[in-house]
């Protein structure tokens, strides 16, 4: 089932009414909703979601090799079909069934690999009191991944069932036991809702083997060994952390399904917000635990991006003998003390055995020049390098001094050594991979591969009234839909009678437009404005600050006020500093 013309545009209408609720846009300007009737998506909603879960529950589960996803048989309508059950609850349409619409908007998301989305959905259903039934508590038991706290079940036919599903799960992902067992406890599960069920239950049925077993598919206890070609054994005390994560996202699975856990360079572009700094702990371990590397460096452009990585890192190896040190500016010629449990003598201390303890370095690329330079002794014990925001290379005179650094780099480092690049877009990420890693270099484009989805618009201030017309993410020039009405400017203040009116935001100052919108939008949560460049930011705050003086009506929140008390600090500081 695909939507057509006239679907994606009911799907439009319903989406604009509900974006006029998101930006708290007065009652009487929302749009005439004569003539739509959103329920007539509903058939079409439920069946791709339907047919994509009976398909998943059906599947076999994937054991050997490295292609252990199970991908979506068409992401797009799966994603049409969420985004439609998230718009007819924020639309106000759902009534007593907003519970039952956003679990079934996150099971949709969560199948097509949206597994973020599927996170914001759940939460939204959390604040709802939840319909009864042991078929829906099952449902979001099933998309929360609680696993060590099993759902209270009344009785009814269904209850056996249900708790011998949840058992088989809990008992896997804490204890990593009963696997096998899946396939038999949710074929009679289905059984039995195929044959005594009504539709909505036969849906549900089908949701929750999908997802679960979607689960299994994704779990870190399952497909971390056959990525990296090492036993369970190796990786059971990791599993047992309680902070380590249970599921690989689709853009972490690329990295064992291209061989990168087993050893092979490459260059690997991600999204935002796809898990890349859990991957790069994930390439660590695995050149740990084959002893491929006793030294691994994680290689990143700026200080406070190395100490962000510094102190994850920090966190998911605690309790572990692995060292880690954020190596700072400051000037030291001799780093051998640093690495005196890898080097005896100038020679690596473990030439036939593993290491009893392993270390990190998390550095830029000006200081691991300067320490290779001055030990070169470390070039043999250095099994990886890890190049984080490889795409700043594209990124003017910085890029240009990354460029070269790594090439410096690159002239140093022993063939062996295992590189990874982590990047966003590289236009020629090939041409790249091969000057930096040789011909051998694996090229993988995992921009398609984020956990949530995104919506982008532009804003269009041509009549009275502003709208907003939402594109394609991917395209820009794909139209969406549009949101009518939903800027207007309001009259400020005069400080004195020889003073030109005032409004805010003003139709002409793209600044205002943002600032204006984020008032719309913060008593719903916190909202980020991006500054291109740093003297936007006060700009920004100063007219914000002068908007509230000149007695700007629009309603700033507790916490907002907050944030305007950090404004006007900001601003002092700033012109202190400036005038200093």
């Not at 049409?80 to 007819?88: D, E, G, K, N, P």
């Not at 006007?568 to 500093?577: D, L, S």
Request: aromatic share 10%; charged share 20%.
């Amino acid at each position: 089932m695909k939507p057509e013309r006239a679907s994606k545009r009911l799907h439009g209408i319903t989406h604009a009414k509900a974006r006029m609720y998101e930006f708290n846009v007065p009652i009487e300007h929302h749009i005439d909703l004569t003539g739509n009737d959103f329920a007539e998506l509903f058939p079409l909603a439920i069946g791709i979601l339907g047919d994509e879960a009976a398909l998943v529950a059906q599947a076999s589960l994937p054991d050997a090799g490295l292609e252990l996803r199970l991908i979506p048989s068409d992401a797009i309508a799966l994603r049409f079909s969420a985004s439609f059950f998230h718009a007819y609850v924020n639309a106000k349409q759902a009534d007593e069934s907003e519970h039952f619409f956003l679990l079934l908007g996150a099971s949709a998301y969560y199948l097509s690999d949206l597994a973020g989305s599927a996170s914001v959905l759940l939460r939204e259903a959390s604040n709802i009191p939840p319909e009864g039934g042991n078929l829906i508590a099952m449902m979001q038991w099933t998309l929360s991944g609680s696993w060590s706290s099993n759902p209270a079940f009344v009785e009814d036919h269904y209850s056996p069932y249900l708790r011998a599903v949840a058992g088989v799960i809990s008992a896997y992902f804490l204890l990593g036991t009963r696997r096998s067992e899946f396939d038999v406890v949710s074929t009679s599960f289905r059984k039995l809702a195929y044959e005594s069920g009504t539709d909505r239950e036969l849906l549900i049925a089908d949701i929750i083997v999908a997802i679960l077993k979607k689960r299994l598919c994704n779990a870190a206890r399952h497909v971390l060994p056959l990525y990296s070609g090492l036993s369970d054994d190796v990786w059971a005390k990791t599993f047992e952390r309680s902070d380590f994560m249970k599921e690989l996202w689709p853009a972490q699975h690329v990295f064992g399904e291209r061989g990168i856990l087993q050893g092979r360079s490459g260059i690997i572009q991600m999204p935002t917000s796809a898990g890349k700094t859990r991957a790069i702990e994930l390439v660590i371990r695995s050149a740990f635990f084959s002893e491929r590397a006793d030294l691994a460096v994680v290689v990143a452009p700026f200080r406070a991006l190395c100490t962000e990585i510094t102190h994850f890192l920090r966190s998911a190896f605690s309790d572990e003998a692995v060292h880690l040190n954020e190596l700072s500016d400051a000037l030291q010629v001799d780093y051998s003390e640093l690495f005196a449990d890898l080097l005896v003598g100038g020679v690596p201390a473990f030439p036939e055995g593993i290491a009893t303890v392993r270390q990190i370095v998390v550095v830029t690329p000006e200081k691991l020049l300067y320490v290779l330079r001055h030990n070169p002794e470390l070039i043999n014990i250095l099994g990886l390098v890890i190049y984080d925001e490889g795409h700043q290379f594209d990124s003017g005179p910085r890029g240009v001094t990354y460029e070269l650094l790594l090439t410096a780099i690159k002239r140093l480092l022993e063939p062996k050594t295992q590189s990874v690049l982590i990047s966003a877009v590289i236009q020629n990420a090939s041409a790249i991979g091969k000057w930096l890693m040789g011909d051998d270099v694996v090229i993988v484009d995992g921009q398609s591969l984020s956990t949530t989805t995104r919506s982008v618009a532009f804003a269009s201030w041509t009549t009275n009234l502003g709208q907003l017309q939402f594109v394609s993410p991917d395209d820009p020039d794909a139209f969406s839909y549009f949101v009518p009405r939903i800027i207007r400017s309001l009259p400020l203040q005069k400080r004195s009678n020889r003073e030109k009116d005032r409004v805010f935001p003003d139709p002409t100052d793209n600044n205002s437009i943002a600032l204006y919108l984020g008032l719309q939008l913060v008593p719903n949560g916190s909202v980020a404005i991006f500054c291109g460049r740093k003297p936007t930011v006060s700009v920004m705050t100063s007219a914000l600050v002068e908007a509230y003086d000149r007695g700007l009506s629009m309603e700033a929140v507790q916490t907002f006020q907050n944030v305007l008390s950090l404004a006007c600090f900001h601003i002092t500081a700033t012109r202190r500093m400036e005038s200093a």
